[in-house]
């Protein structure tokens, strides 16, 4: 099934050449030249993928994907930030906000079309039908829901990743650096105190539903998720 990506940039020049080269690429591609344009288009037709410029009229790209990833329809959408912006706190603000990856413009189109597919393959790791349980915790990749009974577990796109790539793998230690090649992708630049900050939110958001202590970290090594006591 053709993929839709939505492409938020005012620079047209920029914006027709990075429609260019994804339509060429086998996807199909909208555009937004603003911030309002952008809620538009994804109320009406909600993309596979978004890429977002920082800087936008009427609003920046990052408070856009900031009040998507706070409502229930667009939680899971995932965002890749288009900027100039190279500094790597700018990166990491980016990402611990809610983009799933970051390009530095001037960029090339195999860069941009590269990163597009590698997210998009991020985004259902496990399979689009894949339901895991451990311990009583449920995860419907189907629906990317996370449940506890009958009550929905509220958690952000990064956090969503992390916890599916944990119960597809529980009992096993994965240290940071093998956490962010398989959640984030060697293509993005992020370091180990990235993952710490995500695992402390997963387990924020696990610990009203008591499975905060799933989420083990086994010092000198890395992190595990089991419903076994350490």
């Not at 344009?37 to 009406?44: F, K």
């Not at 409502?71 to 799933?100: F, K, W």
């Not at 105190?193 to 939110?201: F, M, P």
């Amino acid at each position: 099934m053709q993929k839709h990506v939505l492409v938020v940039e005012d620079e047209a020049p920029i914006r027709d050449m990075i429609k260019f080269a994804l339509t060429r690429a086998g996807f199909a591609v909208s555009e937004a030249p603003d911030a309002q344009s952008a809620r538009l288009a994804v109320a009406d037709r909600r993309p596979d993928l978004v890429l977002l410029d920082w800087m936008l009229p009427g609003g920046s790209g990052l408070e856009l994907a900031r009040q998507w990833r706070r409502a229930e329809l667009t939680r899971n959408m995932p965002v890749i930030l288009v900027t100039a912006r190279i500094e790597e706190n700018d990166r990491v603000r980016g990402l611990n906000l809610g983009a799933d990856d970051y390009v530095t413009k001037p960029f090339s189109s195999s860069e941009l079309v590269a990163r597009v597919r590698a997210v998009l393959r991020r985004s259902q790791p496990g399979g689009e039908d894949e339901t895991l349980e451990v311990g009583g915790l449920l995860l419907d990749a189907a629906s990317q829901r996370v449940y506890s009974g009958d009550a929905s577990i509220m958690l952000g796109p990064i956090e969503y990743r992390l916890l599916q790539f944990f119960m597809s793998n529980p009992d096993r230690v994965y240290s940071r650096a093998q956490i962010l090649d398989h959640v984030w992708g060697q293509t993005v630049y992020v370091d180990d105190r990235t993952v710490d900050a995500n695992i402390r939110r997963l387990r924020k958001a696990l610990a009203p539903h008591g499975f905060d202590d799933f989420l083990q970290t086994v010092r000198g090594s890395g992190y595990r998720l089991s419903s076994k006591t350490k």
